[in-house]
Each structure stands twice: as C-alpha cells, then as structure tokens.
C-alpha cells in the first residue's frame, strides 16, 4: 500500500492586536483545523497541527518547523485580521518547503477567493466554506495527481507557463452543505497543545464544543452565514453529549461552551441536550449563546439543572431603530425578558454591542450604553461595527464611502475602521470606549465584583478600554 500524503495544519502567528483577547489573556484552541485534522486523520492521513499562534512561535520558527517535518500538503486558517499573516506564513512555507501543496481556508478567502488568491501567489488552493468534506477530496485530488476541477468548494490557479505568461484563477462550483452533522468526527484535540491555552494568563484547558452550523437570521453584520450558510443543521443530543463526555473522561474539563451562533433555533433539541447531561450525571459547568426571543423561563431552568451557569447574548444596540436597521429581529422588550428569565434561575448574562452602525448618531449609540447599564445584564461587551467582506453592513458600508481603513489586520472589532453618516471614526473609538468605563466603573458593579472575588476580571478590562481608552 502507498504511502499517504503527509499533512501539516498551521494557525499561523500574528501580528494583529485583537485587543479584547489580549485584555482577558485568552488563547484559545484552532476548532476549525482541528475538524479537518480528525477527517483527514479517519482516511489514514498523517496529520499534525502547528498552532503557531498559542506556541507563541514565530514566521520563521513557523516555517523551520515545517521544513523539519517535510510535509505534502500545508493547510493555513485565517480570518479576516489575520490574512496577511495567514499570507506571510504562506510564503515561508512555499520558501522553505517548495513542493509543497500549500492550502488557505477560513473566512477571509470564502468572502474574497479571487482577491486572496490574486494577492498571494504562494497559495495554490483555497477552501471555500465549511472545510471537512472539501478539504479531504482537495488531498486525495492532490494525492492522485488529477481531478482539482472536479472538487467542489475550491478555488484554484494554474500556473502560466513561461515568465510572461499569468496565472489563471478558477472558482469550482459551491459544495453542498453537508446535512448530517453527526457523519463528521469529533475534532483531533489530542494534536493540540493544550497545557498552551489561557484565559487571565492562566493555563486553561478550554472545552469548546459546536453543536450545530448555520444561522436562518438576517444579521447584516454577520460573517458566519457566509461560511455556515443560512440553512440551520443540527448534531443530535446523543452525539453533542458524547463529545462533551469525551472533554469530561479524557481531558478532565469541568466547563464547556457551547459556540453555536445560535444554539436554541431548535427548543426541543436544546433542551434534549440538556437532559442528556443530567441522564449521564456529568458534573460539568456550561454557557451557551443565542437570541432573546429564543429562550424562556422553563428551557433557563433545565439548562441550570445541567449544569448552565452563563448565558451569552445578542443584543447589538439600545435603540430599537438601529436594531430594526440591523435586521437584528428582536426587540429591547424581548431582551429585558429574557434577562428577567435568567436572574430567576441564577444564571449570569452577557450582552453584546455594536456601536459604529451606518446609521447611527450619537444619541443612538448614548441609548445603548444606558440600556446595557440598565437592563440587567451581568457583563457586557462593546465593539465597534467591523464590515467584515461578505456580509451585507461590507457592501453598504463600502458604496455609502464609509469605510476608512483598508488595512485587514485592523479588522479586529475594538477599534473602528469605519465611520457612520452622523458619526466620525474617532467619535465611535470614543463611544466603545466610554461604553466600557460607563458599564463597569459603576460603584455597584464594582462592589459585586468584590464581592464574588471576581476583581481580577475587570483589571485587564481597565487596562485596555479605560486607561488606554480603545480610540488612542
């Protein structure tokens, strides 16, 4: 039998200052890469996973590393801030390791497949979308030396023969998304470095789990339906507790965190989740997101007898305009329910903002600040809209002139990089950051920290959003 291809998946460094992870000290695990590790790795692939990124290693260690471990295939993630790392990693690996098939996935290249591909010629394939069925035919294509046109979900060159002769890009046909979510393995953790991952600056062992892909709503702001698509697919109870269960038995966690976009699209399959845990009596700590108008009383009340604890939600803006303009599809009466909901079975909120939208005015964005002080919430955080290529607030944002940064690695959500049709740039920076010294500069809040011991948390905040203040 035939060698198999050897395959090297890389989180590549950056340089980008994602300043809200840098302020709470996270480093979390490459979820995505991690997918693709146990797919390839179920088809008999040697495989490994360089995250550069929590092995805080450089390009150049980065690419040493893939020169030692003489991979076929080179597959690197990125998102929007990180493309122009993902692209300078693309390069050295190309330099270093040059008969390599060097691969780009993430989010950034299904937005913009020609422009990424066009930008840097070291890249041979891209991934478009949801990369676990795609990424496997892409390696067996590469593996049988023939069929690239034939993988659905990739973007391709074919190099011009000669030095005057120019390389010819080619999208295939979109992929199917796939329907059974439950066919796709759990992801490959044992070949991340966990003892690596952090949150405060502490060694955390972090239990991210998504139990179902696809978003039906019509946020203008949102990337992940680009990538997930529209059409709402769910793994089943079962199969989402067996993975929790795996975190429990083999890695010892004792929190998980549920990342759906939405999680509770379906009630009874949530609440199905829920009841698995309490059946199999697994002594775990969990949070979960998703809408206001998608949770009641009754479902918060099982999700804490499973062990629920936080509850993270969409609220985007204090404003019902701005929020209609959002086509967010919930209103500030269903968010104070839901809150309500929450705080009778002791579990804590999170709220998250947008300030910056193309239409709001300074009056709008003061309105979000004093609902997230009022509400009741316990925790909150601001962003500054991001028009992330590919969503709709991109197109508006760019044919009204509104976007005035063209460097990617400044898309990171903190500070703005585009202005409204009321608002300067520098005035929305100023907005976030009087959003977080309003919220959690509140003696009350503060005094509540105290007392649950929980002070630490709002020190990195301070450093980063008050004293720097996020417009500097």
């Not at 039998?1 to 980008?16: G, H, S």
């Not at 495989?47 to 295939?73: C, E, F, N, W, Y």
């Not at 019509?218 to 067996?242: E, Q, T």
């Not at 795996?246 to 999680?263: A, N, P, S």
Request: aromatic share 8%; proline share 4%; charged share 25%.
């Amino acid at each position: 039998m035939a060698m198999r291809l050897k395959v090297v998946l890389v989180n590549p460094p950056t340089t980008a200052n994602f300043e809200t992870q840098n302020a709470l000290g996270l480093k979390t695990p490459p979820l995505g890469l991690a997918y693709l590790a146990a797919t390839l790795e179920r088809s008999g692939y040697d495989v490994s996973i360089i995250d550069a990124t929590a092995l805080g290693l450089s390009h150049r260690q980065t690419a040493s590393k893939l020169k030692s471990m003489k991979p076929d295939v080179i597959g690197i993630t990125s998102i929007t801030p990180t493309i122009s790392d993902a692209m300078r990693a693309v390069i050295s690996a190309k330099e270093q390791v040059p008969d390599a098939a060097t691969v780009m996935g993430g989010c950034h290249i299904t937005a913009l497949p020609l422009e990424t591909m066009s930008a840097c010629p070291s890249i041979d394939y891209g991934v478009i979308g949801e990369g676990e069925t795609t990424f496997l035919e892409l390696v067996k294509a590469i593996e049988s030396g023939s069929g690239i046109e034939c993988v659905d979900g990739v973007v391709h060159r074919r190099r011009g023969a000669g030095k005057a002769a120019g390389d010819r890009i080619s999208v295939n046909r979109m992929r199917r998304l796939p329907p059974n979510l439950d066919s796709i393995p759990f992801p490959a953790r044992h070949l991340l470095p966990f003892d690596r991952y952090t949150v405060l600056n502490e060694r955390a062992i972090i239990g991210s789990i998504i139990t179902s892909r696809g978003c039906p709503f019509n946020c203008i702001f949102c990337s992940s339906s680009l990538f997930y698509g529209r059409r709402y697919r769910a793994r089943s109870p079962k199969n989402v507790v067996d993975e929790v269960e795996e975190l429990v038995q083999k890695y010892g966690l004792k929190y998980v965190e549920f990342i759906d976009d939405t999680m509770t699209v379906n009630k009874g399959r949530a609440e199905s989740i829920a009841r698995e845990i309490i059946k199999r009596r697994l002594d775990i700590s969990w949070g979960f997101g998703s809408r206001a108008d998608l949770v009641d009383e009754d479902m918060l009340r099982l999700f804490k007898r499973a062990g629920c604890d936080v509850f993270y939600m969409g609220i985007e803006s204090g404003s019902d305009r701005i929020i209609k303009t959002l086509k967010k599809g919930i209103t500030l009466d269903q968010v104070k329910s839901a809150i309500a909901c929450a705080k009778k079975v002791n579990m804590e909120t999170v709220g998250t903002f947008i300030i910056g939208s193309p239409w709001e005015t300074w009056d709008d964005a003061v309105r979000t600040i004093n609902f997230a002080r009022s509400c009741g919430i316990d925790y909150a955080q601001f962003t500054a809209m991001t028009p992330y290529p590919g969503t709709e607030v991109y197109e508006i944002a760019r044919r009204e002139g509104l976007i005035e940064e063209a460097d990617w690695s400044k898309y990171t959500t903190v500070k703005p990089v585009m202005r409204t049709k009321y608002l300067s740039r520098d005035q929305v920076g100023r907005l976030v950051g009087d959003a977080y010294m309003s919220f959690y500069l509140r003696g009350k809040f503060l005094l509540k920290m105290v007392q649950t011991r929980r002070i630490k948390i709002i020190k990195p905040v301070m450093k980063h959003y008050v004293l720097k203040r996020s417009y500097a």
